[in-house]
């Protein structure tokens, strides 16, 4: 219009008029779909098919359905463009997903998500972008809408974990399935051999002696019960790296496809996790229920809340709880205006990192009633006898929670609940970690007598400890115990860059990392060495069957006397 103008041609003012008017009217024509949206004339829900999943159950790599329902109220039809889901950084969600909403009509559609982590997450709610046909104009709507999600770790069967991981056995209070090599007088006879430094002159058998004219012993073996004991270290250096590829993540995968073949074998399992003290403990049991416990364990390792463990000060939680509430409940806790100086409000405001202030008494008045509907509906689940579901519609009641009555304790515990992910603390005081680990081993050792003990750390933070002390392991492969380390050990990514340079030093920094990453498996192996201890150093992409071969090579080097 504005060169037609200029030039006097009066077809292009038409025609610049023409362009216009027909902006105006696809906007006008596009203009009822947020009147729709503020009148709430769209819904959305969400559930998972678990019925569909092998066992009912979610586990990480595995494609996991998603089902959105989108209902129309309104009196004309939307177009979706795109759907983003707003979940846990755990979780890769669907992407390219849209749909056309009838006036007055329900749609359905369909979605995959993958899981790289096992641990408890949550997907807070959908994003939906509607648009008209020509893509000319875009409105966004935010639907809140929390669905938890509990995700196992991966499941490899492994028939021969359990024979690879004992030794020897112990008799308890049943028999079980494994002929066992045990110490005694009472069994059935294995072999003969000739004697070795250390067997005890009671297994000699005379007659076989006289015959060889040289001492030869008996080697009995009885049907007995197993007990396996695994400690995880779940500390910061083995949660470096990216997510699904962490050495944490490579640990918790290794425990529960050996603590799975284990009970399949008929056998005891427990399990110790640890950082600066003993997170949560597991006694020995046995049969498909210890494994769901177990299991329990490792995925919550995944959604620590502590305030011990966790790196943020009290206004950094604030000020995370109440971002969360504002974009998921549009609840706005922060404070226009400062108060004054002499204002007895200043009691109950928290100042933010950036300088927000934060109205407490609003803020605990919204976690504490949102906890008081979880509880009642965690108490009403409990105690229903209604037919038990293959996934537990809240699967974040058997987490323990923070048991401080504080207002910093609920807003932990109410993290926990929504899956409002907090930093875990990577570095402590020296000492802290050496004395964790050492709390950890003496729990193992002085408890239920274990055959074998499975301990997976790469000792970060306690190698250059002074006080760090490894008799507790000693004592227990004194006792005829089998004690294995296994050490995962990550490979440092090198990061692609189109420059030369650049390239070159990123290859230079993963070489230092490479190097760093060997001495300390170097003293480390030196460190359990002179404990009797074999370390066993693991990639993180290696398969638990090859981990599996490599203790069978250690346990015949040590049976031979090489370590």
């Not at 112990?170 to 007088?185: D, S």
């Not at 070795?196 to 002696?209: E, L, S």
């Not at 030093?505 to 359990?528: G, H, I, K, P």
Request: some cysteine.
């Amino acid at each position: 219009m504005l060169l037609g103008a200029i030039t006097g041609a009066a077809p292009l003012v038409a025609l610049g008029g023409i362009v216009i008017a027909s902006f105006w009217a696809a906007y006008l024509w596009f203009y009822p779909a947020a009147i729709l949206l503020r009148r709430r004339k769209v819904e959305i829900s969400w559930w998972m098919p678990t019925r569909e999943l092998a066992g009912g159950a979610l586990s990480v790599d595995q494609a996991l359905p998603l089902q959105l329902a989108l209902r129309n109220h309104g009196a004309r039809g939307l177009r979706v463009l795109r759907v983003e889901v707003l979940c846990s950084s755990a979780i890769e969600a669907p992407i390219g997903m849209q749909a056309f909403m009838a006036a007055g009509m329900q749609v359905n559609i369909e979605g995959v998500l993958h899981a790289r982590q096992p641990g408890f997450h949550v997907l807070h709610g959908a994003t939906l972008h509607f648009g008209d046909i020509l893509g000319l104009f875009t409105l966004k709507a935010y639907f809140p809408n929390p669905l938890p999600l509990k995700v196992f770790p991966r499941q490899s069967h492994l028939a021969s974990a359990s024979s690879q991981l004992r030794q020897g056995g112990a008799a308890h209070q049943r028999q079980g399935l494994h002929q066992v090599k045990r110490r005694g007088l009472a069994g059935e006879l294995r072999e003969l051999r000739e004697h070795q430094h250390g067997d005890p002159f009671k297994h000699i058998a005379w007659k076989a002696t006289a015959k060889h004219r040289k001492l030869m012993v008996r080697d009995l073996e009885s049907e007995v019960v197993l007990t396996h004991q695994f400690l995880l270290d779940i500390g910061g250096d083995m949660r470096e790296g990216e997510v699904g590829r962490r050495k944490l993540d490579h640990g918790i995968d290794l425990v529960s496809s050996l603590a799975r073949s284990a009970l399949d074998a008929g056998d005891r399992v427990g399990l110790v996790t640890f950082d600066t003290r003993v997170y949560s403990q597991l006694p020995p049991g046995e049969g498909r229920q210890q494994y769901l416990k177990l299991a329990d364990r490792l995925v919550e390792v995944n959604g620590i809340v502590d305030e011990d463990l966790t790196d943020l000060t009290n206004s950094e939680l604030v000020a995370a709880v109440s971002n969360y509430l504002l974009h998921q409940e549009a609840m706005d806790a922060r404070i226009a205006a400062a108060p004054a100086l002499d204002s007895p409000m200043w009691e109950y405001i928290q100042a933010g990192p950036k300088g927000e202030l934060y109205d407490l008494k609003a803020l605990d008045r919204v976690v504490s009633s949102m906890l008081k509907v979880f509880d009642s509906a965690r108490a009403k689940a409990s105690s229903s006898t209604t037919e038990k579901r293959h996934v537990d519609p809240f699967p974040w009641k058997r987490i323990p929670v923070c048991t401080s009555t504080s207002l910093t304790g609920r807003m932990r515990r109410f993290a926990r609940l929504r899956g409002i992910e907090l930093p875990y603390r990577c570095y402590h005081e020296v000492g802290k970690r050496a004395a964790g680990f050492a709390k950890a081993v003496h729990q193992v050792t002085t408890g239920p007598r274990a055959d074998s003990t499975v301990l997976i750390t790469d000792l970060g933070g306690m190698l250059d400890d002074p006080k760090l002390k490894l008799s507790e392991l000693t004592r227990a492969r004194r006792g005829g115990r089998q004690v294995i380390a296994l050490a995962p050990a990550s490979r440092p990514s090198v990061l692609t860059s189109s420059n030369s340079k650049s390239q070159q030093a990123n290859w230079m920094v993963a070489n230092v990392l490479s190097r760093e990453e060997s001495l300390r498996m170097a003293r480390a192996t030196q460190l359990l060495r002179c404990n009797g201890v074999p370390l066993i150093s693991v990639r993180t992409d290696e398969s638990p069957a090859s981990i599996l071969s490599k203790i069978a090579r250690v346990r015949a080097t040590t049976r031979r006397g090489r370590f």
